[in-house]
């Protein structure tokens, strides 16, 4: 153990850059290099080898040069709890396993329901992130919709719904798939001029569906979309939802760390209406993936996740099974790592942690905003900034087509050389790079600097100093130098 925190600290001090820029072809031949079937008989050799293969290589989250996507930098109370995780390898499915770390697994779930203003009926569980809690939403979502239909089934022709915008998580959609739902299940519902859920939209949707003789099992709310980092009224879609009848949940995964903000909690007023809550502790809580947990304003609506086994968690046990309210069985003691974090740094240090990335976001845009060679897209919400470098020329500005394309191309130069990491997407039909600032340590300045880099790699391609990714012919017709 000693020589593993020696191989990682060593790396860890010499690592300037979020990656090392090594080749896909060259990573590739480095790890098919080593022969499985060859033990090298010695753990310090294979820590070194895997220092070579693995550390080396690999995205560092916690480098300035990182601003791609929504990871983190880790709190270092977490690691010091995996450690202790993984070295007794509890696992939370069931008493007889775990014993207080059940315990404390709940207490933490609790905690977290009642930081969200849930009710005394609230209940939860942890889960391997965003994409499982919102799968498990939408599963209990389903059940409570029939469960209230005539029968506990859907009228001939009917199809149960899920509403959401088109900037919810595309977990929503697949969710919707994986639990038989169909094609077209999620309906898109209208947003507003800052690209949150538009009540009213909401509202002539949901008539919409029922007069189309189909049935809502839910609206998905999001409080942080991936992209602009919006934050739906939910104050207002918990009305709509109220008067209508209709179930609402909220993911948070993203935006759950104005939970813990002194400054910003007032974002995620209404969340308390909802049936069930996203929250992703390993991203604005800065915890080591996975810390996901799904709470529920009602408890017993868990019991859809329920299933006994004789060997397991047979009927009539008087203690508490988690597996009876998780859609997995094996579970890592992951919420040891919130719990380690609150009682080494506090609450208060987190959503401060938090506050500093969103107030970083808004000096960005400041930034951009004065930069005439780019285009940014919206003020920021939370800790994401949408821009693309569109320098001006004789002429003006260069072509939209040609901004176009270099958003791929400066990402992908950047990507290959290493020295930062950003992502793009694509929001209104057209491409932006996307700036995602989730370290509180990172500066302006650092960002400057990656700016820097976007400009000079702009610049090259717009001079036929970098190949145009789409080949020569597209380039020429794109007016970007091939």
């Not at 070579?52 to 300035?64: D, N, Q, T």
């Not at 270092?76 to 014993?99: E, H, I, K, Y």
């Not at 009926?121 to 389903?142: C, E, K, M, P």
């Not at 012919?473 to 970007?480: H, N, S």
Request: glycine letters at 8%; charged letters at 20%; a negative charge.
């Amino acid at each position: 153990m000693t020589t593993a925190l020696d191989v990682l600290t060593d790396r860890v001090r010499v690592v300037q850059r979020p990656r090392s820029g090594a080749a896909l072809e060259d990573l590739e031949d480095l790890v098919a290099g080593v022969d499985l079937d060859a033990p090298l008989g010695d753990t310090t050799a294979a820590l070194r080898e895997a220092s070579r293969l693995y550390l080396e290589h690999a995205v560092w989250f916690h480098e300035p040069g990182y601003v791609a996507h929504l990871n983190c930098p880790v709190a270092v109370p977490a690691l010091a709890a995996d450690l202790l995780a993984s070295a007794v390898n509890t696992s939370v499915d069931t008493w007889d396993q775990s014993t207080t770390a059940t315990l404390m697994e709940r207490r933490l779930v609790a905690w977290t329901a009642q930081r969200a203003g849930l009710g005394p009926a609230a209940d939860g569980v942890f889960t391997s992130g965003g994409t499982q809690s919102n799968l498990q939403a939408l599963l209990l979502a389903r059940e409570e919709a029939l469960a209230a239909l005539p029968g506990g089934a859907l009228p001939p022709g009917a199809r149960l719904r899920v509403l959401a915008t088109d900037q919810g998580h595309f977990s929503v959609a697949k969710g919707a798939r994986l639990l038989g739902l169909g094609d077209g299940a999620v309906v898109t519902v209208g947003t507003d001029a800052r690209h949150r859920m538009d009540p009213a939209a909401l509202r002539a949707a949901v008539l919409r569906t029922r007069a189309a003789g189909d049935v809502v099992a839910a609206v998905v709310a999001t409080a942080g979309t991936t992209d602009l980092g919006a934050v739906d009224p939910l104050a207002a879609l918990a009305d709509v939802c109220g008067e209508l009848g209709v179930r609402l949940h909220v993911d948070a995964a993203y935006g759950c760390g104005l939970l813990v903000s002194r400054r910003r909690r007032h974002l995620l007023d209404g969340v308390e209406r909802a049936d069930s809550l996203t929250v992703d502790f390993h991203k604005s809580f800065f915890q080591p993936v996975a810390s996901s947990a799904l709470l529920v304003r009602d408890g017993a609506a868990l019991r859809h996740a329920t299933h006994h086994a004789a060997y397991l968690n047979p009927r009539g046990e008087r203690v508490p099974n988690q597996v009876d309210r998780s859609l997995q069985t094996t579970r890592r003691f992951d919420a040891l790592k919130l719990w380690l974090t609150l009682r080494t740094m506090g609450a208060d240090a987190v959503g401060d942690a938090f506050d500093a990335c969103i107030d970083l976001a808004a000096q960005v845009h400041e930034d951009l905003l004065a930069d005439p060679d780019v285009e940014v897209h919206s003020a920021p919400v939370l800790s994401t900034v949408l821009f693309r470098y569109r320098p001006a020329g004789p002429g003006g500005r260069v072509p939209a087509a040609t901004a176009d394309l270099l958003v791929g191309a400066v990402r992908d130069r950047l990507f290959d050389e290493g020295e930062a990491v950003v992502a793009r997407t694509v929001v209104g039909g057209r491409p932006w790079l996307k700036l995602t600032l989730l370290n509180p340590a990172t500066t302006r300045e650092d960002v400057r600097a990656v700016l820097a880099l976007v400009r000079e790699a702009g610049q090259d391609l717009l001079r036929g100093a970098v190949p145009h990714p789409a080949g020569p012919a597209r380039a020429e017709r794109e007016g970007v130098p091939a």
